[in-house]
């Protein structure tokens, strides 16, 4: 093979190389974006749980619920109040035999 030959082969080696490149970071650019930057937004959402800001809109949301709860005729379905009932009479039980 001729040198010209070899610089030839060796630069459409490089542009290969450096197309390739290119493409494998496009690639990973669009797979995070599309896939592990929801979750690492709700994994930082819960880290922020600290954050003053956040504490005050769980405890605004909290409120709206319950209001949202009270203004209902009844907040618990039939079956749902039977279980808390019997949860809550087994615990006073086990808390009275304690004594």
Do not use: H
């Not at 197309?19 to 669009?30: D, F, G, H, N, Q």
């Amino acid at each position: 093979m001729t040198s010209f030959s070899k610089k030839n082969n060796l630069k459409q080696f490089l542009i290969k190389l450096c197309a390739v490149s290119l493409a494998a970071i496009i690639v990973i650019s669009i797979v995070f974006n599309l896939f592990l930057a929801d979750k690492f937004q709700a994994i930082n959402q819960i880290l922020q749980i600290n954050n003053k800001e956040t504490i005050e809109s769980v405890k605004d949301k909290l409120r709206a619920e319950i209001q949202s709860g009270l203004d209902k005729d009844r907040i618990l379905n039939e079956n749902d109040a039977k279980l808390l009932s019997d949860f809550y009479q087994k615990i006073k039980r086990e808390l009275n035999e304690a004594k």
